[in-house]
């Protein structure tokens, strides 16, 4: 699989799990802290899913119309993601253990977290693995 291909379908894979965690978060007693938290089915959540999706497939779009230099661009806004899910996931942690909420109310959203910061690995790998191309600077000719 060439490596174009193999960036937008984990670019893609992130995507979603970006959304579900929203999406889950919002349906979890996550959804009653703060002022500005987002309801599920609400215009905010909506509003939240719809940048993701531009944040993710602009940068994406333009890298496979040929540009390949936004993969670094893509690189930092991953980069980004990782961050944000890692503390996610933590900071989910912590709230449960500080919270007359049981872990089992936040379990799915830390579990979804986790694996978006597992996509976001694997992109990198994906984007950045060396070629199949062999150089022959080692061979004597």
């Known amino acids: 699989m060439s490596r174009k291909n193999s960036v937008a379908i984990m670019t893609a894979?992130?995507?979603?799990?970006?959304?579900?965690?929203?999406?889950?978060?919002?349906?979890?007693?996550?959804?009653?802290?703060?002022?500005?938290?987002?309801?599920?089915n609400s215009v905010g959540m909506w509003s939240a899913i719809g940048m993701i999706f531009v944040l993710y497939f602009i940068p994406l779009i333009i890298y496979m119309l040929g540009v390949d230099a936004m993969r670094?661009?893509?690189?930092?806004?991953c980069g980004f993601g990782l961050l944000i899910h890692l503390s996610s996931a933590g900071f989910i942690l912590m709230y449960s253990f500080f919270s007359d909420h049981p872990f089992s109310d936040v379990i799915f959203v830390i579990g979804v977290s986790l694996a978006a910061a597992a996509v976001n690995v694997i992109w990198f790998v994906a984007a950045f693995r060396s070629g199949d191309e062999k150089t022959s600077a080692h061979t004597l000719t």
Do not use: E, K, R, W
């Not at 929203?22 to 959804?31: D, G, K, V």
């Not at 670094?72 to 806004?77: E, I, K, R």
């Open 13 to 40: 894979i992130s995507a979603l799990l970006f959304c579900a965690m929203i999406a889950a978060a919002s349906l979890s007693p996550l959804a009653g802290t703060g002022g500005a938290a987002n309801q599920f």
């Open 72 to 77: 670094y661009v893509m690189a930092v806004l």
